[in-house]
């Protein structure tokens, strides 16, 4: 199966819409794919954002790239996991993507926090050197 077969098909939302259309897998709602994304980009800037804090050689020049990329990834995933959030019509287990919502709103200010202080880090360390 190709992958422009697999981005054009619409995207079921429940099990049983998926087997009447012969796909095999259900992937999930839009919404939980939203909010499942959005924590993956929450959580990839709680990374660089520790790593940008820890060592500043191992990301780009000093800290300061991981610790704007950790700034603007957990911004990202916090804003998108808020917004997941306020739409969503029911609780949990409804396919409306509320835990990965939450998930992505709590990662997100975590990077958002690890970012700010590398960032902080590094311009104490420009200033003193």
């Known amino acids: 199966m190709s992958i ?3 981005l ?9 819409e998926c087997a009447g259309q012969g796909v095999d897998t259900f992937l ?11 924590a993956l980009v929450a959580l990839g800037a709680v990374v660089i954002g520790w790593l940008a ?7 780009g020049n000093g800290e ?14 916090a804003v998108n996991g808020a917004v997941n959030l306020a739409v969503a019509d029911g609780g949990l287990g409804t396919g409306n993507g509320v835990f990965g919502g939450a998930m ?4 997100g200010l975590v990077g958002v926090v690890l970012g700010g202080l ?10 003193s050197g």
């Open 4 to 6: 422009l077969f697999v």
């Open 8 to 16: 054009a098909a619409p995207i079921c939302t429940t099990p049983a």
């Open 28 to 38: 999930g709602t839009p919404e939980r794919i939203w909010a499942s994304a959005a």
């Open 53 to 59: 804090l820890r060592s500043g050689r191992r990301i």
């Open 64 to 77: 300061r790239k991981g610790a704007i990329v950790a700034l603007v990834g957990g911004l990202t995933g």
């Open 104 to 107: 992505a709103l709590v990662l």
């Open 118 to 127: 590398a960032l902080a880090r590094s311009r104490r360390t420009v200033l």
